[in-house]
C-alpha cells in the first residue's frame, strides 16, 4: 500500500475521470488505473464501479477515498509540524470563505505571511454547504462564514468581528446629501446581487421581504468585486459588507449608504474542524487570529 494509490484515487474522486485524474497526477492513465486495481486487490474489496467509463464508487470504495484524504491530510499535517519545529512554516493555508468576508481574509493572509513568509495562501470564495462539506474532507484548513444561524456541527468556531450590510451606488445623484437609506427605498433602485444559492444573498433577500418588497436584480454574480465594478459604471447598485470598500482599497467612484429600518448585522467568524491534534496549519491559523482578535488587530484594521 503506497500514498501514491491514494493521491490517484482522491484525483479520481475530484476529477471523476480516470484521464484528468491521471493528468493531474503526471501519470499515464494504465499506470494509475492499474494502481488502483493493485490497491482494491490489496484491501480486498471493489473501489470502482468500472464501466466502460468512471462511473463511481462502490460504498466501500467512498470509505476508502474518506480514509484517503485522511491519510494524505496525515501526511501534509507531519510535514507542517516538522517545518514548524524548525521555524520554517511553508505548506499553504487553504481558506474557504463566503463572498462578503473579502475585508477580513486580506488581514488574514497579511498577518499569516508576516509570520511564515514562506508559506501560501489558497483563498477559495465558496457556499456554506460547500465549505461544510470541505473542512471534514480536508480540503480546507478553516473557513470565515457568518456565525450566527448556521449548522456548523462539528466545528469550532471564533467571532472576529460584527459587519453590517451597506448599500453600494455610483457616487452621482443618487440620494444626494444622505449617509443612510431604507432597505424600502433600496428596493426600488437597479441592483446587482449575488448569486441566489449564496447564503449571503438569503440574507438579503430576507432583509427585502421583511419590508414587503422583492426587488428582481438587473445582474447576479457569485463575486463580490464584480458586482461592485458594475455600480462603478453606474445605473445600478448593490448590497456589501460595511468594510468592503476599506479592504478593495483605491476610488471607486461610488458612496456607501447604511442600510436601516432594519440593521441587518451578522458576525463573521473563524471556523476549523476540531481535531487532537489539531492539524498544523489550522492550529497556526486560529492561533494567530485568536492573538489579533485578543489584541485589537482585528478592530483596528476595520476601523
Known amino acids: 500500500m503506497f500514498l501514491r494509490q491514494f493521491q ?16 493531474r497526477c503526471n501519470v499515464s492513465q494504465p499506470t494509475l488505473s492499474s494502481a488502483i486495481k493493485h490497491l482494491e486487490d490489496e484491501l480486498g474489496v471493489p473501489i ?35 517545518n514548524i519545529m524548525r521555524d520554517n512554516l511553508h505548506g499553504r493555508l487553504r481558506i474557504a470563505a463566503m ?27 465558496l457556499g456554506l454547504d460547500e465549505m461544510r462539506n470541505g473542512l471534514p474532507s480536508f480540503e480546507y484548513d478553516v473557513g470565515i462564514p457568518y456565525l450566527e444561524g448556521q449548522p456548523l456541527e462539528r466545528l469550532k468556531t471564533m467571532s ?49 421581504a421583511g419590508v414587503g418588497k422583492s426587488p428582481v436584480p438587473r445582474l447576479e454574480s457569485n463575486a463580490m468585486i464584480n458586482l461592485a465594478f458594475h455600480v462603478t459604471q453606474g445605473g445600478v447598485a448593490t448590497v456589501v459588507p460595511k468594510y468592503f470598500m476599506q479592504a478593495i482599497g483605491g476610488s471607486w467612484r461610488c458612496k456607501l449608504m447604511m442600510l436601516e429600518e432594519p440593521v441587518v448585522s451578522q458576525q463573521v467568524g473563524l471556523v476549523w474542524l476540531e481535531g487532537n491534534p489539531m492539524l498544523p496549519m489550522t492550529n497556526a491559523v486560529v492561533q494567530m487570529m485568536r492573538e489579533a482578535v485578543d489584541n485589537g488587530v482585528v478592530a483596528t484594521a476595520l476601523a
Not at 197 to 206: A, G, K, L, M, S
Open 8 to 23: 490517484y484515487l482522491v484525483a479520481l474522486e475530484q476529477e471523476s475521470h480516470f484521464g484528468r485524474a491521471a493528468e
Open 48 to 82: 470502482i464501479l468500472r464501466q466502460h467509463k468512471f462511473q463511481g464508487f462502490t460504498e466501500e470504495g467512498k470509505r476508502v477515498v474518506e480514509w484517503a484524504k485522511r491519510i494524505l491530510a496525515d501526511r501534509e499535517a507531519m510535514i507542517d509540524e516538522l
Open 99 to 125: 463572498p462578503m468576508s473579502m475585508p477580513v481574509t486580506a488581514l488574514v493572509d497579511h498577518l499569516f505571511f508576516e509570520r511564515h513568509p514562506a508559506a501560501q495562501v489558497d483563498i477559495q470564495f
Open 160 to 208: 472576529l468581528y460584527e459587519e453590517t450590510l451597506h448599500l453600494l451606488v455610483p457616487d452621482d445623484e443618487w440620494f444626494p446629501g444622505r449617509r443612510s437609506v431604507t432597505w424600502a427605498e433600496a428596493a426600488e433602485v437597479p441592483l446587482c446581487l449575488l448569486s441566489p444559492n449564496t447564503h449571503e444573498r438569503r440574507i438579503t433577500d430576507q432583509a427585502f
